[in-house]
Nanobody, 114 residues
Framework: VQLQASGGGFVQAGGSLRLSCKVSGITFGSAVMGWYRQVPGNERELVADLNTVHTTSYADSVKGRFTISGDNAKNTVYLQMNSLKPEDTAVYYC?????????WGQGTLVTVSS
């Protein structure tokens, strides 16, 4: 199983970014897909997830601003991030929970300036 994340970058507060995570080695839609983020010194926190019946959930801090979605044809999960805030600055990781195991992509850095 491999996950390849991309789309991070530098943006001003109020701006938008879209993260992508290409998944290979599993049938997309058979895993619970998630986006997590981590700030140095803090624990990794769940930002959003998308389960196998396409139900989504979000951390309170991003509700109404972030949207997780998946494209089965492209084996890719996205995180659309709007109205970004400086406190959204973190390394973002995509994950797949599949057959009782977690798989992780490499992180992608998102930096939001005030």
């Amino acid at each position: 199983v491999q996950l390849q994340a991309s789309g991070g970058g530098f943006v001003q507060a109020g701006g938008s970014l879209r993260l992508s995570c290409k998944v290979s080695g599993i049938t997309f839609g058979s895993a619970v897909m998630g986006w997590y983020r981590q700030v140095p010194g803090n624990e990794r926190e769940l930002v959003a997830d998308l389960n196998t019946v396409h139900t989504t959930s979000y951390a309170d801090s991003v509700k109404g601003r972030f949207t997780i979605s998946g494209d089965n044809a492209k084996n890719t999960v996205y995180l659309q991030m709007n109205s970004l805030k400086p406190e959204d600055t973190a390394v973002y990781y995509c994950s797949a929970y599949f057959r009782l195991g977690y798989y992780w992509g490499q992180g992608t850095l998102v930096t939001v300036s005030s």
